[in-house]
């Protein structure tokens, strides 16, 4: 159970926390409140995984690393996901919801584009880069929001273009990688509609 929550990714959420550490507002970054927000939308976002799981099933099973998760091991049912995933989506946001009922205008909005991304642009030239980068904007716009700290143009450039750089990277390292063959989509996709030089 607590596999499929994909716990190493909550390290993306980090993001939330750069507008007070970018402002020198060191305290905020203990401020109960605002790691209440980053614990309930981690929460959400492990249940957006779930959706994602369910969603790419058969090609995770074909993937030389996604076939461990517990989804495509079988460890757990696809009915047991949906509840649990619906479980968590439910507390995550009622907790984001009962520090700042404001700030759920933004897990409203990761959720639509996150499911936006997996059901029509994940496997499409120049949005599955684009999507993910709105992903990391709603974010870091959400701990500005919830710190109350204007972001500036060079955080935002900042962070933008180093997430952009980490998925290029990542994205290249499935377009080379041998053992990942083109029956997986993704790299199916990548090979499609890129070429290396254009990825690099």
Request: hydrophobic content about 50%.
């Amino acid at each position: 159970m607590i596999k499929i929550l994909r716990l190493e990714q909550w390290s993306k959420n980090l993001v939330i926390l750069l507008p007070a550490l970018f402002a020198n507002r060191i305290e905020l970054l203990l401020d109960k409140n605002l790691l209440i927000i980053f614990l309930g939308f981690s929460i959400i976002a492990s249940s957006t995984y779930i959706f994602n799981d369910l969603k790419d099933l058969d090609q995770d099973r074909l993937h030389p690393i996604k076939k461990n998760r517990p989804l495509a091991k079988g460890d757990i049912s696809e009915k047991n996901a949906k509840k649990y995933g619906l479980i968590l989506y439910i507390f995550g946001l009622c907790l984001v919801y009962i520090v700042n009922n404001s700030a759920i205008i933004f897990v409203l909005a990761y959720s639509l584009i996150t499911v936006l991304y997996s059901v029509s642009f994940k496997y499409r030239k120049y949005f599955d880069f684009g999507f993910i980068t709105i992903l990391f904007g709603v974010r870091l716009s959400l701990g500005s929001y919830v710190a109350e700290i204007a972001l500036t143009n060079t955080l935002s450039l900042f962070t933008l273009t180093t997430i952009n750089l980490i998925i290029l990277s990542k994205k290249i390292s499935i377009f080379t990688d041998p053992e990942i063959n083109l029956k997986v989509r993704v790299k199916n996709h990548l090979v499609k509609n890129y070429t290396f030089d254009e990825l690099r």
